[in-house]
């Protein structure tokens, strides 16, 4: 029962990137003894500083890197395709095929998450619908805006209907508009019972849609705390001082 | 194979709106300019040059735009993290290489077989007799660009870098077209570099076995071995790619 309560778990990861440049191998530790979990239903938010560790969890959570030790369960699981399919991933910045057309774009990963035709016409539709994409779904993604692509990004997570969604800074590039725009996409999401996970350097922003936040300092969890509203500045910088 | 066939159909489709392709006119020009030189010569040596600079020119270009593809799938997109999409999706990550080499190597054929049609119209406009002898020879092309794409897919994998990814896969293109000479100096080598050049025709492609295009005017290649030089392409880039696809399985993005 416990298990179906959490939609991601870490227990005791770490990660450790090695990079090899001419027979010398460095080292670099991202994660140590990194323990957090995130409850179904939440908007649980990851802050850190630059190097905390936020994106490497990401990455392990989507099994496009692998711990070194410690234990990752994602919706119960262990990370593997099968489980990444109920899973929805908004990265960073829009890192999407700028030849293809967004319409193009949502076909291939719908085929890519096992959807059919008429499933996959149907989510597009329905994706098109709630984001607002018009007739930009027939434009080149490469001959779109910044706003435009981060759409675009969201709406091919939101493709197979997925339990948890995570956001990779969504908020990464936009104008206070778009930035407006996103929240309110996160919270309808969250409202009709997804999962959220985010990472963010804006903590203003977490501060008006997280229920919790993690604060992660040098690759280990400082705190989990209830978000408070006014709080959530003051006991970030407390904790990674 | 439904994920390995649409990999492949949405990278043709990518491949054929970038502007690599442009790297066509290029070849085009180079053909008429070569054309519009030769004029002034006699008429053999005209259409004899227009075939070899023509077939030279279809087989380096299809190589630059081969290895151009190959590095941005395997390095490019990982660098700049593109391949966090499909990867992030219930697809086997050997379903996903499989078809972007696919996709690669169908735009090389398209690729090919525009460059060697325009070839084939310039020679026709010079009265040149039709030989069927040249359309062999752009099939040979093609399995030596399969077999770089699957060299480089591998190169890219490995590497650190977009340049020495680009320069490793150069050097394999190269090396793959000497092991034929070495061949004529083993007599001369000591045992350990005559057990280095045989270890060498393992490990890269051998492309003296596919130089069909260098052999066009003589025609040195009798037809019995068209189907080794088949099957050795063919198996080549299977043994090749199933690597590819171990490494990419391992592969951290």
Redesign the interface.
């Known amino acids: 029962m416990d298990k179906v309560e959490k939609a991601l778990e870490f227990t005791n990861v770490g990660k450790i990137y090695r990079?090899?440049?001419f027979f010398k191998t460095t080292e670099t530790k991202a994660l140590t003894d990194f323990s957090l979990d995130v409850r179904k239903g939440e908007i649980f938010c990851l802050l850190g500083l630059n190097g905390a560790g936020k994106t490497t969890t990401v990455?392990l959570a989507?099994?496009?890197?692998?711990p070194d030790s410690g234990q990752i369960r994602v919706l119960g699981e262990k990370p593997s395709?099968?489980v990444?399919?109920r899973?929805g991933?908004v990265?960073?910045?829009p890192?999407?095929?700028p030849?293809?057309t967004a319409r193009?774009?949502f076909n291939?990963?719908g085929?890519?998450?096992?959807l059919n035709a008429p499933r996959r016409a149907e989510a597009i539709d329905r994706i098109c619908d709630f984001l607002s994409l018009g007739d930009f779904i027939d434009k080149?993604i490469g001959d779109c805006s910044k706003g435009m692509q981060q759409r675009v990004l969201l709406a091919?997570a939101l493709l197979h209907d997925p339990e948890l969604l995570i956001l990779d800074e969504p908020y990464s590039g936009l104008d206070p508009v778009g930035i407006s725009q996103m929240r309110q996409y996160i919270e309808k999401l969250n409202s009709e019972g997804k999962t959220i996970l985010m990472t963010s350097h804006l903590i203003a922003e977490s501060e008006k849609i997280a229920k919790r936040a993690g604060i992660l300092k040098d690759g280990r969890v400082a705190k989990v705390i209830p978000v408070r509203q006014g709080l959530l500045e003051k006991e970030f910088l407390e904790a990674v001082s | 194979m439904?994920?390995v066939y649409?990999?492949a159909k949405?990278t043709l489709?990518?491949n054929a709106?970038?502007k690599s392709f442009s790297l066509s006119v290029v070849f085009i020009a180079l053909v008429f300019v070569s054309a519009f030189i030769f004029a002034r010569l006699s008429e053999v040596v005209e259409i004899r040059a227009i075939q070899d600079i023509g077939m030279g020119a279809v087989q380096f270009f299809s190589f630059l735009t081969a290895l151009f593809f190959a590095v941005k799938v395997a390095f490019v997109e990982g660098r700049?993290?593109?391949i966090?999409?499909?990867?992030?999706?219930?697809?086997?990550r050997s379903e996903y290489i499989f078809g972007r080499y696919l996709g690669i190597i169908l735009s090389s054929a398209l690729e090919i077989a525009a460059m060697g049609m325009l070839l084939t119209l310039l020679l026709y406009l010079k009265q040149a007799d039709f030989d069927s002898f040249y359309f062999l020879s752009y099939f040979f092309i093609f399995l030596k660009i399969a077999m770089i794409t699957a060299v480089t897919i591998l190169i890219s994998l490995a590497s650190?870098s977009q340049a020495s990814a680009f320069i490793f896969s150069f050097l394999v293109w190269i090396t793959g077209h000497s092991l034929g000479e070495v061949e004529f100096l083993l007599d001369e080598m000591s045992p350990a570099m005559v057990t280095m050049v045989r270890i060498f025709k393992w490990i890269f492609p051998n492309y003296t076995l596919l130089n069909l295009a260098d052999y066009t005017a003589g025609r040195f290649m009798a037809a019995a071995g068209y189907l080794p030089a088949v099957l050795y392409a063919a198996f080549y880039v299977l043994a090749v790619m199933w690597l590819a696809s171990a490494v990419f399985e391992k592969k951290?993005?």
Not at chain 1, 111 to 114: A, N, T
Not at chain 2, 84 to 92: A, E, F
């Open positions: 990079r090899n440049h990455k989507l099994n496009l890197i692998f395709p099968e990444i399919s899973v991933y990265s960073e910045s890192y999407l095929f030849y293809l193009e774009l291939l990963m085929i890519l998450s096992g080149k091919q | 439904k994920a649409n990999v949405y489709l990518e709106r970038s700049n993290k593109t966090y999409l499909p990867l992030t999706r219930p697809v086997k650190t951290e993005f």
